[in-house]
T-cell receptor, first 115, second 113 residues
């Protein structure tokens, strides 16, 4: 089955610096790659996603890049702020029998933005 | 919040007892999912549903069963709870058939003593 590896597991940056989180996936059939942010005790919230026909997508301070050949994708956060502190999960998706899609998640990155 | 609720939000139970968790959605979405979240494992798919009475297993389905007798409710049952099933359980829905995007419910924290 699909395997998603995520690095680093913890990341500490100074406010205003950039943060980069990287993920690799194993199944070349995966075609959708979302990123979720999860604050302590809360549900995962989708922050950005990318599909396999696109190499890069940007939304204000966050961007995601995808390299299908190398099977890796990355989350970039610029001008980090204290409210960016959270756990970030990457995921890779493929189509399930009967429709719908299965998300395989990475193990998460704890991002801490220090003042 | 995509109209998803989960109940109960917290539950403590004893080993060997049956437990049912409920996921309720108000917007007629076809696809629903149950995940569990454990430290060091991210979220893992337990079961999913692609319509009323249409369900299938995910990657960690042992010890769990599901039912979907109406569109709005997706039930997850632990027939005989074990301590290894202590976890946070999230339900998710897929907003549109043409979209891969999944949105999560608020979660249920289950502790099996």
């Amino acid at each position: 089955g699909e395997n998603v590896e995520q690095h680093p597991s913890t990341l500490s940056v100074q406010e205003g610096d950039s943060a980069v989180i990287k993920c690799t996936y194993s199944d070349s059939a995966s075609n959708y790659f979302p990123w979720y942010k999860q604050e302590l005790g809360k549900r995962p919230q989708l922050i950005i996603d990318i599909r396999s026909n696109v190499g890069e997508k940007k939304d204000q301070r966050i961007a995601v890049t995808l390299n299908k050949t190398a099977k890796h994708f990355s989350l970039h956060i610029t001008e980090t702020q204290p409210e960016d502190s959270a756990v970030y999960f990457c995921a890779a998706s493929f189509i399930l029998t009967g429709g719908g899609n299965k998300l395989t998640f990475g193990t998460g990155t704890q991002l801490k933005v220090e003042l | 919040d995509a109209g998803i609720t989960q109940s109960p939000r917290h539950k403590v139970t004893e080993t060997g007892t049956p437990v049912t968790l409920r996921c309720h959605q108000t917007e007629n979405h076809r696809y629903m999912y149950w995940y569990r979240q454990d430290p060091g494992h991210g979220l893992r798919l337990i079961h999913y549903s692609y319509g009323v009475k249409d369900t299938d297993k995910g990657e960690v389905s042992d010890g769990y069963s599901v039912s979907r007798s109406k569109t709005e409710d997706f039930l997850l049952t632990l027939e005989s709870a074990t301590s290894s099933q202590t976890s946070v359980y999230f339900c998710a829905i897929q907003l549109r058939e043409s979209s891969d995007t999944q949105y999560f419910g608020p979660g249920t924290r289950l502790t099996v003593l």
